[in-house]
């Protein structure tokens, strides 16, 4: 079946250090892949999305580009903020999102000033 | 546009006690989903709606779980004979099917359930 595996955490980072958190994936076909964000005491976020090969997704100085050789949608930002701190969910559907997603574990950022 | 929102935000309940959670999605959105979220963990799909029609319920996680919309706007979740293992957060998202193409899932901001 369709899985998601995502970096554990928690991450730890410095203001404006570059930021990587990995995710492959598992899946028939061809999904649309997503990123959504968990700010504390806040609900789900969608943060960026791709939905066919080599697709990039981009928002809030985030990125992650949809590799279908390697299963992977990795996310990245090339300087981070105290404001980005979260958890962040790596997730995989079909359809552009319309249908049910399967997530990651989530992977925990923590960025101090 | 007032986003999805979950009724209540918080509940604890003893065990045996049965409970329902509502969900009012995005008033143009057609699709209505519920997912439950234990610590640590992403969340977990449930069942969807389309309009009032269920399209999957197997991944319900027993039968003392059910779910309905009845006119095809807000949603119930209802878990009877509710276990101590049932505690965790419920999830409730919307998208829509038709239009400018933006299909992604909005989520509610949950509801957190304690069974003591």
């Known amino acids: 079946g369709n899985s998601v595996t995502q970096m554990e955490g928690p991450v730890t980072l410095s203001e404006e250090a570059f930021l990587t958190i990995n995710c492959t994936y598992t899946?028939?076909?061809?999904?649309?892949l997503f990123w959504y964000v968990q700010y504390p005491g806040e609900g789900l976020q969608l943060l960026l999305k791709?939905?066919?090969?080599?697709d990039k997704g981009s928002n809030k100085g985030f990125e992650a580009t949809y590799r279908k050789e390697t299963t992977s949608f990795h996310l990245e930002k090339g300087s981070v903020q105290v404001s980005d701190s979260a958890v962040y969910f790596c997730?995989?559907?079909?359809?552009?999102?319309?249908?049910?997603?399967?997530f990651g574990k989530g992977t925990r950022l923590s960025v101090i000033a | 546009d007032t986003g999805v929102s979950q009724d209540p935000r918080h509940k604890i309940t003893k065990r045996g006690q049965n409970v329902t959670f509502r969900c009012d999605p995005i008033?143009?959105?057609?699709?209505l989903y519920w997912y439950r979220q234990t610590l640590g963990q992403g969340p977990e799909f449930l069942t969807y709606?389309?309009?009032?029609?269920?399209?999957?319920k197997s991944r319900l996680l027993s039968d003392r779980f059910s779910a309905e919309r009845p006119k095809g706007s807000f949603s119930t979740l209802e878990i009877q004979r509710t276990e101590q293992g049932d505690s965790a957060m419920y999830l409730c998202?919307?998208?829509?099917?038709?239009?400018?193409?933006?299909?992604?899932?909005?989520f509610g901001p949950g509801t957190r359930l304690t069974v003591t």
């Open positions: 998202a919307s998208s829509q099917t038709s239009g400018t193409g933006l299909y992604e899932q909005y």
């Open positions: 899946a028939t076909g061809y999904p649309s």
């Open positions: 791709a939905t066919k090969a080599d």
């Open positions: 997730a995989l559907g079909r359809n552009s999102g319309n249908t049910p997603l399967v």
């Open positions: 008033s143009e959105h057609n699709r």
């Open positions: 709606f389309q309009n009032e029609a269920q399209l999957e």
